[in-house]
């Protein structure tokens, strides 16, 4: 099915959503049923594509149990926006959604936090294994005090005071997977790494004290000491991992500009997808579309829990 047509007719763009969530034919998402679905003929205020469910006696469409439950916007342009994101190394904004699909901001900018929560993962299972490198590092997402008004200046906001703490791991030649934490600690890293990573993984990381402590629960700790220069010693490096920081840190100071700390979960979900589904793993950007498209199913997000609108 091409995708130019799917991204610009509604019934084409039904017919191929249908056949990524119900590959078997249509079932009712209230009751499970198969074998008892009938398709309704378009009438009065129902369009094409209703089902109703001989068992339980509802009707359905294939947006019900997804994250395109109760919008207005039609599938053609939700796919559309799925693509956008998709292929978008290093995202796309909210208002160049409003400019390219014709809805309002307001509109682009909650489309694109749903698309964002599709692509978040569910069932994760733990990175590394027997054999197998994963590096750990943190970073601080934020401002730069230089940027900002004098009047508005904060001398003791330096380094990473007043930031977001992004902690990551990511196994080379595999998946990233991130997330926010409170503060850089071993008390607050080690539940993280001990739950997200393979013990019987090689661990490599920096020389922060709180590695040193969680290192030997791992098959092997090899530390790069970057205070004194040393960035490669053999295979002890953090360069898979600082190359991910450096897509995800100018996508947000390029393309996002400011990410509230509210939402940065979000946009974690959106790069540490794009990531995990990149070409160097065999994976073009219509495959990752229908990926993400997967995510969409069991998932609500209504736009009072995304909670205030911010510019991105």
């Not at 509802?58 to 926006?81: D, N």
């Not at 509109?107 to 490198?133: C, D, N, Q, S, V």
Request: charged share 25%.
């Amino acid at each position: 099915m091409s995708l130019p047509r799917i991204f610009t007719h509604e019934t084409t763009a039904r017919r191929f959503l249908e056949a990524q969530r119900w590959p078997d034919g249509p079932h009712c998402p209230f009751c499970g049923q198969v074998d008892t679905i009938k398709s309704l003929p378009a009438k009065g205020s129902m369009g094409p594509g209703w089902y109703n469910c001989r068992d339980c006696r509802r009707k359905f469409t294939i947006r019900v149990g997804t994250l395109y439950e109760r919008s207005h916007v039609p599938l053609h342009v939700w796919l559309y926006a799925t693509h956008l994101l998709c292929s978008s190394k290093k995202g796309i904004s909210a208002h160049q959604l409003h400019r390219m699909l014709g809805v309002t901001y307001k509109t682009a900018w909650f489309m694109a936090h749903r698309i964002r929560e599709g692509m978040r993962e569910t069932k994760p299972g733990p990175l590394g294994g027997k054999g197998k490198t994963v590096e750990a590092d943190e970073t601080y997402i934020g401002g730069k005090e230089k940027n900002k008004h004098r009047s508005k200046r904060n001398k003791a906001n330096i380094g990473g005071q007043g930031k977001a703490v992004v902690f990551s791991l990511v196994e080379r030649s595999g998946r990233v997977r991130s997330q926010q934490v409170p503060e850089v600690s071993a008390k607050t890293l080690r539940p993280v790494l001990v739950a997200q990573v393979d013990r019987k993984s090689f661990l490599m990381s920096d020389d922060a004290g709180q590695y040193r402590v969680m290192g030997p629960e791992f098959a092997r700790h090899e530390v790069v000491n970057h205070g004194a220069g040393e960035y490669v010693r053999g295979v002890a490096h953090t360069n898979t991992i600082e190359g991910y920081f450096s897509i995800l840190k100018r996508g947000i100071t390029g393309t996002y500009h400011h990410v509230s700390q509210q939402h940065l979960k979000r946009y974690l979900a959106e790069f540490d997808f794009r990531y995990n589904e990149r070409s160097a793993l065999g994976v073009n950007d219509t495959e990752r579309t229908v990926k993400a498209l997967k995510g969409i199913t069991g998932k609500r997000l209504t736009y009072r829990r995304t909670g205030e609108r911010r510019v991105a």
